[in-house]
Each structure stands twice: as structure tokens, then as C-alpha cells.
């Protein structure tokens, strides 16, 4: 098997993981299952936002959010220690699924690990492929999820939201982040937020 089959195999592969998801979202007159266009959304925005990123990097944008539906957020205590549970306990996940799939289409362990690496976000603000995966996902979030987010909730929280999304992108993040095609009303929101 050539590099490009095994890489190509593994997208397969996170994207039939992802077409199991029961959740579908509607797009541009499509129902996809939810995880599997969140993938392909991924995919698009790291190609858009850093066209010459590593293969570590696609893998690992093409399987952030891997079954994430089976560990629902719903399954652990209201407020922040429940979240931070839920999310360490996805992260695991993640990586094991992902490793899983990665070692049975041929990779070896330092891919395998690179990958588990930028999936548990590392060393943020210092490793630049963790940098730019974190500078995708809130692109991703702020362009296709941040409108359907504000709409069930009040301002304070789309704002405490907002700081804490620009807080965690690199300067190209926020150009990148204020070129997106939002609502008049969400670059009004994000103005407000990245001004306090």
C-alpha cells in the first residue's frame, strides 16, 4: 500500500466510524449523520486555513470528534467539573478509536502517537500543529455551530463563549476569524466580545 492509499484508507475508515452517528444535520439541502459533516467541515477549513499541513495534522482534523455521541455530555453532572470529565473522558476516547483505526491501515507508532499527541491538544500556543488544529476547531464552531448556539442563549453567555474561543486562537485565527461569512448580529457579538 502507497502513503496516499493509507492515508486515503484511514479517512475511509474515520468516516464510516462517524457515518454510525444516529444524530443528522441538515446542510445545503442534505442530511448527513452530524459527526460525519462535522469531519468533513474539519477537513475543509485545514485545507482552506493551512494548505500545506503535515498528515498528522488532516488525520487528526479528519477524527477530532470520533463517535463522539457515545459519550453523551448528558451521562455526567451539571457545571464545570462535570464538563471537564466529559471532555477528558472523550479525549481518550478519541484517541483510541483514532490509534486503533490508524494502526490497523499500516501506520506505525510514531504517527499513531503524533496523532493521540495533537488530539489531546499539547502544549497549546507552543506546538504549531496543535495550534493550528485548535485554530481550526474554532473556526469550524464560529462559521457552522456559533449562530444555532447564540440562538438558545442569552448574551452574557455568547460573550463569556466568544472571549474564551479567541482567547485559545493565534493571531492568523482571529484574520482568519473575522473574515468569515457571519450574520450582521454575529460579527456584531463577536465585535463586542473580542472589544472587552
Same mark, same amino acid.
Given at each position: &500500500? #502507497?502513503?496516499?492509499?493509507?492515508?486515503?484508507?484511514?479517512?475511509?475508515?474515520?468516516?464510516?466510524?462517524?457515518?454510525?452517528?444516529?444524530? #443528522?444535520?441538515?446542510?445545503? =439541502?442534505? @442530511?448527513?449523520?452530524?459527526?460525519?459533516?462535522?469531519?468533513?467541515? &474539519?477537513?475543509?477549513?485545514?485545507?482552506?486555513?493551512?494548505?500545506?499541513? @503535515? !498528515?498528522?495534522?488532516?488525520?487528526?482534523?479528519?477524527? $477530532? *470528534?470520533?463517535?463522539?455521541?457515545?459519550?453523551?455530555?448528558?451521562?455526567?453532572? !451539571? =457545571?464545570?467539573? =462535570?464538563? +471537564?470529565?466529559?471532555?477528558?473522558?472523550?479525549?481518550?476516547?478519541?484517541?483510541?478509536?483514532? @490509534?486503533?483505526? +490508524? /494502526?490497523?491501515? =499500516?501506520?506505525?507508532?510514531? &504517527?499513531?502517537?503524533?496523532?493521540?499527541?495533537? %488530539?489531546?491538544?499539547?502544549?497549546?500556543?507552543?506546538?504549531?500543529?496543535?495550534?493550528? %488544529?485548535?485554530?481550526?476547531?474554532? +473556526?469550524?464552531?464560529? /462559521?457552522?455551530?456559533? !449562530?444555532?448556539?447564540?440562538?438558545?442563549?442569552?448574551?452574557?453567555?455568547?460573550?463569556?463563549?466568544?472571549?474564551?474561543?479567541?482567547?485559545? &486562537? @493565534?493571531?492568523?485565527? *482571529? !484574520?482568519?476569524? %473575522?473574515? %468569515?461569512?457571519?450574520?450582521?448580529?454575529?460579527? $456584531?457579538?463577536?465585535?463586542?466580545?473580542?472589544? /472587552?
Amino acid at each position: &500500500m #502507497t502513503s496516499k492509499e493509507r492515508y486515503n484508507e484511514a479517512i475511509e475508515q474515520f468516516d464510516a466510524a462517524n457515518k454510525e452517528d444516529p444524530n #443528522t444535520e441538515e446542510w445545503q =439541502g442534505k @442530511s448527513y449523520p452530524k459527526e460525519l459533516l462535522y469531519a468533513i467541515r &474539519m477537513t475543509e477549513k485545514l485545507n482552506d486555513f493551512a494548505p500545506t499541513a @503535515s !498528515e498528522a495534522l488532516q488525520l487528526t482534523a479528519r477524527c $477530532q *470528534h470520533i463517535q463522539r455521541w457515545k459519550i453523551p455530555r448528558d451521562t455526567y453532572e !451539571e =457545571g464545570r467539573k =462535570g464538563y +471537564l470529565r466529559w471532555r477528558q473522558d472523550l479525549q481518550k476516547f478519541h484517541v483510541a478509536k483514532a @490509534s486503533e483505526i +490508524l /494502526e490497523a491501515v =499500516g501506520y506505525d507508532q510514531n &504517527m499513531i502517537d503524533e496523532v493521540a499527541f495533537l %488530539l489531546q491538544k499539547k502544549q497549546l500556543k507552543k506546538n504549531e500543529d496543535t495550534q493550528t %488544529l485548535e485554530d481550526v476547531i474554532c +473556526l469550524v464552531f464560529l /462559521e457552522h455551530y456559533f !449562530e444555532d448556539f447564540a440562538a438558545k442563549h442569552p448574551e452574557e453567555k455568547q460573550l463569556d463563549v466568544l472571549r474564551k474561543t479567541w482567547r485559545k &486562537m @493565534s493571531t492568523k485565527g *482571529h !484574520e482568519a476569524a %473575522l473574515q %468569515l461569512p457571519l450574520s450582521k448580529q454575529s460579527q $456584531q457579538t463577536i465585535a463586542k466580545a473580542i472589544q /472587552e
